[in-house]
């Protein structure tokens, strides 16, 4: 019982154990910057979030060319990132994508609730205690050579911290629950087999 538990805790935590996702982002999809690509070629892209300067965007050292969740807990811009990412206002944000030959395409998402879009909290990740954030990325793909050889990945960005008290609340009234049904199923079991054997 108590393994289950831990499993079902460890899919709602981040890569640092203790760090629990608060708020998860859209998933967006984006092409790559430079086509045609080559179909039999690793295509490599790094795909950052951030508000217009280096000091305020995250993912700048990330790199993939393949599914996977990449940690942005120590990205050394993550604290410029939250400034703006916690003041409660609806800011313009930019995604921008790179190719592994340097090629760039900044896509500008200015206002309209964008920001909170890729939060995953309106208008923006305030008032939740933000402690880290990560890149979950879904598959990266080259099209056919015949219709352009366009590039492109679907991913979003998920942001870890400390969970509200209700969440914690929410919680531990689950496991209690599941600890209750657990032990009055195998009471019932064994009053049933006691029964049968007595017979």
Known sequence: M????????FLLTGPAWGDF???????????APNPPYDPTQELTLKVTLGYGAPTNTIGEGVWFSGPGVFDLSADPNLDGFLEFATNGKNDAINVTVTDGNGSQFVYPFPGM?????????????APLEITGAQLRVFDVAIGDPANGGNGGGGVR????????????SLLAACFILVSRLRAKCTANKSS????????
């Open 2 to 9: 108590i393994k289950k538990f831990v499993f079902f805790v």
């Open 192 to 199: 049933f087999l006691s029964s049968n054997v007595s017979r």
């Open 157 to 168: 960005w998920e942001f870890l911290g400390v969970p509200e008290p209700s969440s914690i």
């Open 113 to 125: 609730n964008r920001e909170g879009m890729f939060l995953g909290n309106f208008p923006d990740l």
């Open 21 to 31: 996702v608060v708020s998860i982002g859209d998933i967006a999809g984006f092409a």
